[in-house]
């Protein structure tokens, strides 16, 4: 009986003491209450990489809020629940450079920060709210986030239509008419999706990345096998859009897909060396430095030697010897 009384009290304990994912207070607001969160549709969020959620309500004086936080494994999760979550009527929101993407609709505000997806309901925070909410999140992760959403035209795109899938689950739910194995995830593979308003109806464009162009072109022939797709590659993406209304229409805006190399750097880039030129004109300089001060060291030996001479100091230098050896 004793090992299970202190078995409950660690595990009591630990939960005691588990770090909370939202603060106990920020700017005037004070936590009032924190709970965790079940979450729906358990196999897409897996997919997103979901790891916690917790919800706590805030008040400061007449002001209320409710802050729900979800915490993914990387941005790009965070980036994939972001446009799921967010509702098709939402509007962009710029609160703070710490948020990577933010919109609201009604009394609710939607906020992507590195590898957590934040809910704001009641009252929006301040960007001095959200900036001590920042410093708070625990194992806070702010990697780059994917740069296939950039891919994406801007022309005749339907607000709010953009998701992004990892995998089978969310691809299914987004673009049931594309096979797994023909996007075959197991090669790392990752797509961005977008609805596109067209004089003739509407077209849902999918753009899947792979890690090389080769693997992107071999993906291109499953593609086109697809009933009713028009698809096209560019560089390690390509770019497909089923069933259009019109044929012209989705050429158009396959047309507008353009792959453009970008790389991101980590870390700060060392100072190049200096080329060859530069070294060249190092040792020019270097010689004209040595070759004046030899003169100046020339000058000031034969001034000091006649100096000695006309106040008559001899030196030992200054004494010859003559043998005269010819005469013998």
Same mark, same amino acid.
């Given at each position: 009986?004793?090992?299970?009384?202190?078995?409950?009290?660690?595990?009591?304990?630990?939960?005691?003491?588990?770090?909370?994912?939202?603060?106990?207070?920020?700017?005037?607001?004070?936590?009032?209450?924190?709970?965790?969160?079940?979450?729906?549709?358990?196999?897409?969020?897996?997919?997103?990489?979901?790891?916690?959620?917790?919800?706590?309500?805030?008040?400061?004086?007449?002001?209320?809020?409710?802050?729900?936080?979800?915490?993914?494994?990387?941005?790009?999760?965070?980036?994939?629940?972001?446009?799921?979550?967010?509702?098709?009527?939402?509007?962009?929101?710029?609160?703070?450079?710490?948020?990577?993407?933010?919109?609201?609709?009604?009394?609710?505000?939607?906020?992507?920060?590195?590898?957590?997806?934040?809910?704001?309901?009641?009252?929006?925070?301040?960007?001095?709210?959200?900036?001590?909410?920042?410093?708070?999140?625990?194992?806070?992760?702010?990697?780059?986030?994917?740069?296939?959403?950039?891919?994406?035209?801007?022309?005749?795109?339907?607000?709010?239509?953009?998701?992004?899938?990892?995998?089978?689950?969310?691809?299914?739910?987004?673009?049931?008419?594309?096979?797994?194995?023909?996007?075959?995830?197991?090669?790392?593979?990752?797509?961005? %999706? *977008?609805? $596109?308003?067209?004089?003739?109806?509407?077209?849902? &464009? !999918?753009? +899947?990345?792979?890690? @090389?162009?080769?693997? #992107?072109?071999?993906?291109?022939?499953?593609?086109?096998?697809?009933?009713?797709?028009?698809?096209?590659?560019?560089?390690?993406?390509?770019?497909?859009?089923?069933?259009?209304?019109?044929?012209?229409?989705?050429?158009?805006?396959?047309?507008?897909?353009?792959?453009?190399?970008?790389?991101?750097?980590?870390?700060?880039?060392?100072?190049?060396?200096?080329?060859?030129?530069?070294?060249?004109?190092?040792?020019?300089?270097?010689?004209?430095?040595?070759?004046?001060?030899?003169? %100046? *060291?020339? $000058?000031?030996?034969?001034?000091?030697?006649?100096? &000695? !001479?006309? +106040?008559?100091?001899? @030196?030992?230098?200054? #004494?010859?010897?003559?043998?005269?050896?010819?005469?013998?």
């Amino acid at each position: 009986m004793l090992w299970r009384s202190s078995l409950i009290f660690t595990i009591f304990l630990t939960l005691a003491n588990a770090e909370s994912l939202l603060p106990e207070r920020f700017g005037n607001y004070t936590r009032q209450g924190v709970k965790p969160i079940a979450v729906s549709d358990r196999a897409m969020w897996n997919e997103f990489g979901f790891d916690t959620a917790e919800q706590a309500a805030y008040k400061s004086g007449a002001n209320q809020l409710t802050m729900t936080a979800y915490r993914l494994k990387d941005p790009t999760g965070a980036l994939a629940a972001f446009e799921w979550l967010r509702p098709a009527d939402s509007t962009p929101l710029k609160l703070t450079d710490h948020t990577d993407h933010a919109a609201s609709a009604g009394n609710t505000s939607f906020l992507q920060m590195g590898n957590y997806l934040l809910t704001f309901q009641g009252n929006r925070p301040t960007p001095a709210d959200l900036g001590q909410i920042f410093a708070y999140l625990p194992k806070y992760d702010q990697s780059s986030l994917p740069a296939l959403r950039n891919y994406v035209p801007a022309q005749n795109l339907i607000p709010n239509s953009e998701r992004y899938v990892l995998g089978p689950v969310s691809l299914q739910k987004f673009e049931p008419k594309i096979p797994p194995s023909v996007a075959a995830f197991h090669l790392d593979a990752e797509a961005q %999706l *977008a609805r $596109f308003k067209t004089k003739n109806g509407e077209s849902q &464009l !999918a753009i +899947f990345s792979y890690p @090389t162009p080769q693997i #992107a072109r071999e993906r291109l022939d499953a593609f086109q096998k697809i009933p009713g797709a028009i698809a096209k590659r560019t560089g390690p993406l390509v770019a497909v859009i089923l069933s259009p209304a019109d044929a012209n229409d989705a050429e158009r805006v396959l047309a507008e897909v353009k792959y453009e190399p970008t790389v991101t750097l980590h870390q700060n880039t060392p100072k190049p060396q200096g080329n060859a030129g530069e070294m060249l004109y190092a040792i020019c300089i270097l010689a004209i430095i040595l070759i004046v001060l030899s003169v %100046l *060291a020339g $000058f000031f030996l034969g001034g000091f030697r006649v100096a &000695l !001479a006309r +106040f008559g100091i001899g @030196t030992a230098h200054a #004494a010859f010897t003559s043998l005269d050896l010819g005469k013998k």
